[in-house]
């Protein structure tokens, strides 16, 4: 049998898509390409924005009306709040909610001992999975995502946290994944161990809030000064912080030399009256002070950040804050989204909305303020050291080279080596910037 796979949104659910893909690879499945014919199809779906949802059932729709006698499986947050609008897409699609997500794995061991043969696969797995009944530690459940070998990535990811604490008043993950949890952390450093025996040179650590780690008294401090101490062979990249993270916890590790100097911060606006109707816990000054902490800790780290605009009651006075603020601290890339209302948040009916010809106005400032900020950081890579991890293969000007994802997290490219194979960890010198590709020699 044959299963393919399609992630939208964030690392999590990169990771627990390979999680899943994994688990049918083991069990005898072969792992094709979305867009090829396949007996089982996984949508791992995303609810950040309207567009994400929006480009889920599109996906979904395809699927279905391309291969009406496959199953089409749809899981993660926008599954887990909109499962009955998920159903009616297509006769051939079944919703799997997240508390039982997990079960998708056992079901690839269903599908591959022949007990579904000659059944119509939406109704048998139906059936089965109405069947099957929650562990006993449901929350303990939700880290069963654990992949020994990765299908769509070099480097590994391990999910150590779900769920968040915080009400964000524009954020619906939060009711989707529901409260914040965290991976025992021997369950935790076994996993790291397994995965660093097995070669990987990268871990990525990712969670829907990754500060708020706890096993016990252990916190994410604490946590990556265990990892450092008992594993040697792979750099660790972390997924997103919030800025008062990285001002009340003891991080200092983070100037490690196997942490990556890559930072992504959780700011979404630098505008304190914003930043209080987000129902966010901090203000700008913790957002400039983040950033100077990391600049510390690092040798010139790249520093992304995430940016809400529009939202809703923003002034031209407010969003002249973010902006100057944002053309002080100098961040290598920032992620902005348009303000998008979700369902059930506090944001949902604020008013007074801000009109969407002013949103993608101020949306453009931002994202050339980023364009400059992100060419003025490439220039500057230029006679660096960097560490590469390979990831393909391509050609250019006739001739093959590898292209990777350097500790800062940018792509570089080498020279071709063969003697060299796919997740291996490279030194090289930046040598050259084209079209925002850098060079490299090893």
Known sequence: MKAAFYTLGCKLNQCETEALADSFEKQGF????????????????????????????????????????SLVLVTGCYAQLEP????????????????????????????????????????????WLESQSPGIDGSQNRFRFSAADFNFHARAFLKIQDGCDNRCAYCRVCIARGRSVSLKSSILIDRLKVLEAKGYREVVLTGVNIDSYHDGALDLSDLLNTILKQTSNFRIRLSSLEPETLLSLDLSILSHPRVCPHFHVSAQSCSDTVLKR???????????????????????????????????????????QTLTILRELSFSRIHVFPFSPRPDTAAWDMKPAVPERITGGRTNEI?????????????????????????????????????????????????????LKRGALVSCTVTSLEKQILWGET
């Not at 508390?99 to 056992?106: A, G, P, S």
């Not at 902490?293 to 010139?300: A, G, H």
């Not at 780290?301 to 940016?307: E, V």
Request: proline share 4%.
């Open 367 to 419: 994202r050339k303020i980023s364009g400059a900020s992100y060419d003025q950081y490439l220039q500057n890579q230029i006679g660096r050291p960097r560490q590469v991890l390979l990831e393909e293969q391509k050609t250019h000007a006739g001739q093959l080279f590898w292209e990777g994802t350097s500790d800062n997290y940018l792509r570089i490219r080498i020279p071709m080596n063969t003697r």
């Open 30 to 69: 072969d792992i094709g390409e979305f867009s090829e014919a396949s007996d089982v199809y996984v949508v791992n779906t995303c609810t950040v924005t309207s567009k994400s949802e929006q480009k889920a059932r599109r996906i979904i729709r395809k699927a279905s009306r391309d291969f009406p006698d």
């Open 278 to 320: 987000m129902n966010r816990p901090y203000r700008s000054e913790s957002v400039i002070k983040a950033v100077m902490r990391l600049r510390e800790l690092k040798d010139d780290p790249f520093i992304a950040a995430d940016i809400i605009d529009g939202f809703p009651g923003e002034t031209d006075e407010e969003h002249l």
């Open 84 to 127: 009955d609008l998920i159903r009616d897409l297509g006769e051939n699609v079944l919703s799997v909610p997240l508390d039982q997500k997990d079960l998708i794995m056992d079901m690839a061991a269903y599908l591959a001992s022949g007990q579904a043969e000659g059944l119509d696969l939406y109704k048998n797995v139906g059936f």
